[in-house]
C-alpha cells in the first residue's frame, strides 16, 4: 500500500508556467536543504543545520515507504518543495499524512506553485488511502497561515509538543 512515492505517482506531471512538480530525487538535495533553511529562519521551533537538514532529506529518499517527498521545478531548478509521511490515526481508524516543509523560493511566491505542491501531495495521500492530512504551521508565519486557509486548511484545538530523544539518529537502520 505504502511503496516508492515515484512508483505511485499517477504518471501526470503537474504544470504551472513552466513549473514541474515531480517526485525530489538525490540531485535535488542541496536545492531542498536551501528550501528548507529558507522556512526554518522562520519557523521559531528549529534553527537551521544544513546536515540535519540534509541527513533528514536524504533519509526520506533512502526509505520511501509511507513517505511523499516532491519539488516544483523551473527550468531545471528546484523552486519549492513538499514533504508528507504516513501515520496510523486512531480517531480516524486508518491512516492520515503529516504534511511539513511546504516551501516556494521568495521569488517565486504567489504564482500558484504552494497550491500545486499541496494539490500533489493531496492526490497522492488519496492514493495512499489516508483520511485525514494534517500540516504544522508555525502560529506566527501570517503568511503562511493565511495561505493555508485559503486552500482550506482549518486550525484545530491541538497543539504540538515536542521533546528530543536520546537515541542514534540512525538507530532505525539496525
Given at each position: 500500500?505504502?511503496?516508492?512515492?515515484?512508483?505511485?505517482?499517477?504518471?501526470?506531471d503537474?504544470?504551472?508556467?513552466g513549473?514541474?512538480?515531480?517526485?525530489?530525487?538525490?540531485?535535488?538535495?542541496?536545492?531542498?536543504?536551501e528550501l528548507v533553511s529558507?522556512?526554518?529562519?522562520v519557523e521559531e521551533?528549529?534553527?537551521?543545520?544544513?546536515?540535519k537538514?540534509?541527513?533528514?532529506?536524504?533519509?526520506?529518499?533512502?526509505y520511501p515507504?509511507?513517505r511523499?517527498?516532491?519539488?516544483?521545478e523551473?527550468?531545471?531548478k528546484?523552486?519549492?518543495m513538499?514533504?508528507?509521511?504516513i501515520?496510523?490515526s486512531?480517531a480516524?481508524g486508518?491512516?492520515k499524512?503529516?504534511?511539513?516543509?511546504?516551501v516556494v523560493?521568495?521569488?517565486?511566491r504567489?504564482?500558484?506553485i504552494g497550491?500545486?505542491l499541496?494539490?500533489?501531495m493531496?492526490?497522492?495521500?488519496e492514493?495512499q488511502?489516508?483520511?485525514?492530512?494534517?500540516?504544522?504551521?508555525?502560529?506566527?508565519n501570517?503568511?503562511?497561515?493565511?495561505?493555508y486557509n485559503?486552500?482550506?486548511?482549518?486550525?484545530?484545538?491541538l497543539?504540538?509538543?515536542?521533546k528530543?530523544g536520546?537515541g542514534n539518529?540512525h538507530r532505525?537502520?539496525?
Amino acid at each position: 500500500m505504502h511503496g516508492d512515492a515515484i512508483t505511485l505517482w499517477k504518471g501526470n506531471d503537474f504544470m504551472t508556467t513552466g513549473v514541474v512538480i515531480r517526485p525530489a530525487q538525490p540531485a535535488d538535495i542541496e536545492a531542498m536543504v536551501e528550501l528548507v533553511s529558507l522556512l526554518f529562519t522562520v519557523e521559531e521551533d528549529f534553527s537551521v543545520d544544513r546536515d540535519k537538514q540534509r541527513c533528514g532529506l536524504e533519509m526520506f529518499l533512502k526509505y520511501p515507504t509511507g513517505r511523499c517527498l516532491i519539488v516544483a521545478e523551473q527550468q531545471e531548478k528546484v523552486i519549492g518543495m513538499c514533504s508528507a509521511q504516513i501515520l496510523i490515526s486512531t480517531a480516524e481508524g486508518g491512516w492520515k499524512a503529516l504534511i511539513e516543509d511546504v516551501v516556494v523560493g521568495e521569488a517565486f511566491r504567489g504564482l500558484g506553485i504552494g497550491k500545486k505542491l499541496l494539490g500533489a501531495m493531496e492526490d497522492w495521500a488519496e492514493i495512499q488511502g489516508v483520511r485525514r492530512m494534517d500540516l504544522l504551521a508555525d502560529r506566527n508565519n501570517a503568511t503562511g497561515l493565511e495561505f493555508y486557509n485559503h486552500m482550506q486548511w482549518r486550525k484545530t484545538n491541538l497543539i504540538a509538543l515536542q521533546k528530543h530523544g536520546k537515541g542514534n539518529l540512525h538507530r532505525m537502520e539496525e
